[in-house]
């Protein structure tokens, strides 16, 4: 009876540590789970903190390789001569680097501005299949219809946008003139780049984007606008008193709603806004703001690709700034979204600036507390917009607020 009680005893033991060890597991495994789900928040809400360093060293070693391919004839570009040959384009500092993508400041002729580019290489992009084809290595120059072609190709595929000949315009110049194979590899690389085909299709359409100003192979060139910042009082540098700042704030306001207005109705789709943040918007000198960074700007065919996708919770149907909903009865997610580009602006923006006072005293205070209550109604998001096709009444609401704001500033002498 001794040695089964005590083999018992040992199985009892074996249990316990059996026990003990299985729930250490779980804890380990509880606790690698959190650290995994915290990592992952905190990569959405700042996708930079893995980004490389910017370093001048590193962004002159990134131009130098493009003027090595320019001279090597692989790529051209109207910017090229300037900035590889005749001195004219000259590298002033690293403004930041992000999962790939390198922002550089430079300056054009005495004009700031600024060089994009989603990739570092020329040699990461992929080449078109025309230049795969080795027929073409013996033909200098390719059909103009065949090309057409491949351009409405690649815009569909990359803004999911189906457009006409005649509204290639502004990326077809870029096809023309000599050394045709390097004339399409550039352009290709530059058409594999969502902010470059937007900015450019928008060229002379829209006061609320930089115009593409030229190219190198790859890089792009706008006009250099200083960002804004959560750091600033009024969100973006303005440098004026503080009854200067209130009336700035209010056009600034104003242009903010101008912009939604014009993104919402005057092009063929609406254009949404993913990620509206003080960083990706500057200002010009009349309080015009200006999107300067639209890597998450789609236009609504695209929108709805991204929305539809499966979930089991609506907050798997969260693109960063726009929201859809889960249908429970097939787990997937709407493709309309649900929010509005004016409930983001007015969440992001407009609570920054109308929360608390405007700090001038030429303001009613019955006023301000009218432009209170509605930037905190427009930025509810249990009230999404129900026709984002057209103005909704709290965009009129706010229009007539502002509006108003900048009358009692003007006959208080401001």
């Given amino acids: 009876m001794a040695p ?160 006409s000949n005649g509204s290639l315009g502004p990326l077809w110049p870029r096809l023309r003139g000599p050394r045709g194979r390097g004339r399409l590899a550039s352009l290709w690389s530059l058409l594999q780049q969502e902010e470059f085909v937007l900015l450019s299709l928008l060229q002379d359409l829209s006061p609320h984007t930089p115009p593409v100003l030229g190219s190198c192979g790859h890089f792009y060139a706008v006009e250099y606008l200083a960002a804004g910042s959560p750091h600033h009082r009024a969100l973006f540098p303005l440098g004026q008193a503080s009854w200067g700042q209130a009336r700035a704030v209010s056009d600034m306001a104003l242009s903010f709603l101008d912009l939604v207005n014009h993104f919402d109705n005057d092009f063929s789709h609406r254009l949404h806004l993913c990620d509206v943040k003080p960083e990706n918007f500057a200002i010009r000198r009349d309080f015009t703001v200006v999107a300067i960074d639209v890597d998450m700007a789609f236009f609504e065919p695209k929108m709805r690709e991204i929305l539809e996708q499966n979930c089991t919770g609506d907050e798997d149907c969260n693109f960063f700034d726009c929201f859809s909903k889960c249908d429970f009865r097939v787990n997937k997610c709407g493709a309309q979204r649900v929010n509005s580009n004016l409930q983001v602006i007015c969440d992001k923006i407009f609570r920054h600036w109308f929360s608390s006072a405007l700090r001038s005293s030429a303001i009613s205070l019955a006023l301000q507390l009218q432009l209170r209550e509605a930037v905190q109604e427009c930025a509810d998001p249990g009230h999404p917009a129900r026709h984002p096709q057209r103005p909704p009444p709290m965009f009129q609401k706010l229009q007539h607020l502002l509006q108003a704001t900048l009358r009692e500033l003007r006959e208080a002498g401001h």
Avoid at 52 to 74: F, N, P, V
Avoid at 85 to 96: M, N, P
Avoid at 127 to 135: F, N
Wanted: hydrophobic share 40%.
């Fill in 4 to 163: 089964a009680a005590g083999t018992r005893a040992r199985l009892r033991r074996c249990g316990r540590r059996w026990r003990c060890g299985r729930g250490a597991l779980v804890a380990c495994a509880a606790w690698t789970a959190g650290w995994v789900l915290a990592v992952a928040l905190l990569l959405r809400a700042h996708p930079g903190v893995l980004s490389e360093r910017c370093t001048d060293e590193k962004s002159r070693r990134i131009l130098a390789a493009l003027c090595r391919d320019y001279q090597g004839g692989m790529l051209v570009g109207d910017l090229c001569e300037d900035l590889c040959t005749a001195g004219q384009l000259l590298y002033r500092r690293c403004l930041y680097y992000e999962r790939g993508k390198k922002v550089l400041q430079a300056d054009w002729r005495s004009r700031p501005v600024v060089l994009k580019s989603k990739e570092e290489a020329f040699a990461s992009f992929r080449p078109p299949g025309l230049l795969e084809d080795p027929a073409s290595k013996d033909s200098p120059d390719f059909p103009e219809a065949e090309l057409l072609l491949l351009v409405a190709g690649e815009v569909k595929n990359v803004l999911g946008l189906e457009l």
